[in-house]
């Protein structure tokens, strides 16, 4: 295909976004506010549709661009793409795991730190490796643990912490980092719902010895699905990469094929003298790769993050603005020292209220207005974790509260701010009946 051949079809693909984008208006109670979703814009659609043309259908020099720029946004050494936060969650703990730790590695039975209310794959792999979590509470209205909380369960078998940020709201990572160092505990810090917020000054992200992303079209920026490991240690580097890729001991790139100089000159395991080093398989793996596709449009996001984090925080602080002083309703505060990249606007129903959960998601739902709960609320009352070995350091009763009577809506970049006055007029009439 010529180059104007290929022109001319992303010109054609932009139009048709134009066209698709040109009659949508906002009709209150009759066009869904959704709670999350992605933005898209002609750039994005045609990075994708280009990768396409390509046949750019497994991971390529589009993944390994975005690995770079991601890494350098948080301003870590290593970043390795993944299919999904929450394979990303997975290869993180999984490597701490592993036989190139040492004395140091996590084995059966040790205990990781972790919080009771928020997504279930933040605690699975925990779970999955056969380790044992130790559920501790958060505070309201922030919706994050403390640097208190996780010093409290630290013990004779804890060996990790692994926590994720609240909404985009972050906890306090310095803090916890520095109890992780003085205890020598790996830090793993699950970023999935917070890329491009700040805690003291520092990218979230930045602070453990790995952290994660999800690029699912709800989070800040997206691939459609995709995650990313992030990591300073070149070592711990090599392990995610290895477990992400099927568990080989080969690190070749797509398409290279003897980087080591070594390909059939080398002897691992028990296998033969000069064995294919691309089938040499040194770790227990997966297969949890993304592709270039995902990448192409996850590399026309990026450009867009700071626009995003700006409109998710002005989303934010506009309904906060216009929901103060509403009664009945616990409304969120950003960490001490943070600066949110917003997820979403959590309210949580006061004991005193006139009104419960339930009748106010039912009246904004009917009303067209997306809600959702604090995702899993207290995971130990989940059905999944009935028969799961974990331990309590603490009371839980922030935990169950949020799993009784909270919720959260949209602030996405998607939303207008026609939008918000509808919703935040909605809530204020609810609560004034």
């Known amino acids: 295909m010529s180059r104007t051949e290929k022109d001319l079809i992303l010109e054609s693909v932009r139009k048709y976004h134009r066209a698709q984008e040109a009659d949508r208006r906002f009709v ?14 002609e750039d994005d659609r045609a990075a994708l ?9 497994a991971a390529g020099a589009s993944a390994i661009q975005f690995e770079r720029k991601f890494a350098r946004l ?26 190139e730790l040492g004395d140091r590695r996590l084995v059966p039975g040790d205990e990781v ?40 369960a630290i013990g004779p078998r804890t060996r990790a912490i692994m ?58 920026l997206t691939m459609g699905e995709g995650g990313c490991v992030v990591t300073d240690s070149l070592p711990l580097a090599r392990v995610v990469e290895s477990l992400r890729d099927w568990g080989r001991d080969c690190w070749c790139e797509p398409a290279q094929s003897d980087t080591c100089h070594k390909r059939f000159s080398q002897q691992l395991g028990r296998l ?21 596709l995902q990448a192409a449009l996850g590399l026309a996001q990026f450009e867009k993050l700071p626009e995003f984090g700006a409109a998710r925080r002005r989303n934010w602080q506009r309904m906060r603005e216009a929901l103060d002083g509403v009664p009945g309703l616990l409304l969120p505060e950003p960490t001490p020292n ?23 998601v039912a009246f904004l739902e009917s009303r067209k207005i997306g809600t ?62």
């Open 28 to 41: 209150p109670g009759e066009t869904p506010i959704l709670p999350s979703g992605a933005t898209f814009d």
């Open 163 to 220: 926590i994720a940020h609240a909404l985009g709201n972050p906890f306090p990572a310095a803090e916890i980092a520095e109890l992780a160092r003085q205890h020598d505990l790996f830090f793993v810090e699950d970023n999935c719902d917070a890329v491009g917020s700040f805690y003291d000054g520092r990218p979230t992200g930045s602070f453990g010895d790995f952290a994660t992303a999800s690029f699912y079209p709800a989070h800040h």
């Open 338 to 360: 943070s600066d949110p990249s917003w997820f979403g606007f959590v309210l949580t129903v006061t004991e005193d209220a006139s009104f419960d959960r339930s009748e106010i």
């Open 113 to 152: 730190i972790t919080v009771a209310a928020g997504f279930p794959t933040t605690v699975n792999p925990i779970v999955q490796n056969q380790l044992v979590p130790v559920l501790v509470d958060v505070d309201l209205p922030t919706y994050n643990t403390t640097a208190d909380r996780v010093a409290d």
């Open 74 to 99: 948080l301003g870590r050494r290593k970043a390795h793409l993944t299919n999904s936060g929450s394979s990303a969650n997975l290869l993180a703990l999984t490597a701490l795991t592993q036989r």
């Open 49 to 57: 549709v280009e990768a396409a043309l390509a046949m750019r259908i």
């Open 272 to 292: 033969p003298y000069g064995y294919d080093h691309k089938y040499t398989f040194s770790h227990i793996g997966y297969n949890l790769k993304t592709t270039d």
């Open 372 to 433: 959702r709960m604090l995702f899993s609320g207290n995971l130990a009352r989940q059905p999944a974790y009935q028969n799961v070995d974990f331990k309590v350091v603490g009371s839980l009763e922030n935990s169950d509260t949020i799993t009784e009577r909270t919720f959260w809506i949209g602030v996405y970049p998607g939303i207008t701010n026609e939008m918000i006055d509808y919703v935040a007029q909605s809530i204020r009439a609810f609560t004034a009946r």
